[in-house]
């Protein structure tokens, strides 16, 4: 199982599309820390509302909160929109569907057992992930300073605290992607779903569906409104066991699902 990991590290390093993920990840960060300093700049509001635009106080206020804000806050408000997530489940989906379409599946499954595949494969979207998460939460570190933005230093022990949470929830959306593309050898639906999953689409549809019919709000535990909700900076006892259990239970259903749609063919 770990030499079949060192192999996809081996090939992922190689990999196209994984440079060209983790480079749109990045112009995404500096678009969304631009419009942070725009929108936090006294100057630009005054421009805008002399130029007719409406500026009202709470635009006022949500540029003097920006200023106030620590690394973490701010690096929270860039990544807690699902962006990391999206492109976690992006990413792996290409990875996978390529086994498909080299043969590269075939050739390890005839001399391997189906586990061993998908073990190796959750281990590597442990790896993928971690990357894009350490990427995101650096850059959004990072990038504040190239506009002007000074928030205020956390330690270095909270901010790998919060990469680590943030890091397995990540993780377990990975897994995901995993089982979907092993389920429906389809690269294009993998990425439709990936893409509203991570953007919250799903959660808005399962919540709307829990208040039609006076269910519990099971959109609290998907893994996009944990990211939004749960995985914030400073985190207490209720967050961190909230992660764990998400993320355990999310893990096992995508490892089943996974193990399960392995076809015969694949051996």
């Not at 999953?197 to 959660?203: E, M, N, R, T």
């Given at each position: 199982m770990f030499n079949l990991l060192r192999m996809d590290c081996r090939r992922l390093f190689k990999s196209r599309n994984f440079y060209i993920t983790l480079?749109?990840?990045?112009?995404?960060?500096?678009?969304?820390?631009?419009?942070?300093s725009v929108?936090?700049?006294?100057?630009?509001?005054?421009?805008?509302?002399?130029?007719?635009?409406?500026?009202?106080?709470i635009d006022r206020q949500m540029s003097e909160w920006i200023h106030t804000m620590s690394q973490l806050e701010f690096a929270e408000e860039c990544i807690n929109s699902g962006l990391l997530l999206m492109m976690i489940g992006v990413g792996m989906t290409l990875f996978v569907n390529s086994d498909f379409t080299s043969g590269y599946i075939k050739n390890i499954c005839f001399t391997r057992p189906r586990y061993a595949y998908v073990l190796s494969k959750a281990l590597l979207a442990a790896v993928y992930s971690g990357l894009l998460t350490a990427a995101g939460v650096l850059l959004s570190l990072a990038f504040p300073l190239l506009f002007g933005l000074r928030p205020t230093a956390d330690s270095i022990g909270h901010i790998l605290q919060y990469t680590f949470w943030l890091w397995l929830v990540h993780w377990a959306f990975g897994l995901?992607?995993?089982?979907?593309?092993?389920?429906?050898?389809?690269?294009?639906?993998?990425?439709?779903f990936s893409v509203l999953?991570?953007?919250?689409?799903?959660?808005t549809l399962v919540q709307m569906v829990c208040q039609q019919?006076?269910?519990p709000a099971l959109e609290n535990y998907l893994l996009c409104v944990v990211v939004s909700r749960q995985c914030v900076?400073?985190?207490?006892?209720?967050?961190?066991?909230?992660?764990?259990?998400?993320?355990?239970?999310?893990s096992l259903v995508y490892l089943t699902i996974s193990l399960l749609t392995m076809k015969k063919q694949d051996i």
């Open positions: 480079a749109i990840t990045t112009i995404l960060l500096l678009l969304v820390v631009l419009l942070a929108v936090s700049d006294p100057n630009t509001l005054d421009a805008m509302q002399s130029n007719g635009a409406e500026v009202d106080d995901m992607a995993l089982a979907l593309a092993l389920l429906t050898r389809s690269s294009t639906l993998g990425i439709i999953s991570g953007g919250g689409v799903i959660a019919l006076h269910w900076p400073f985190l207490g006892m209720p967050q961190i066991r909230t992660i764990l259990l998400c993320t355990a239970g999310w």
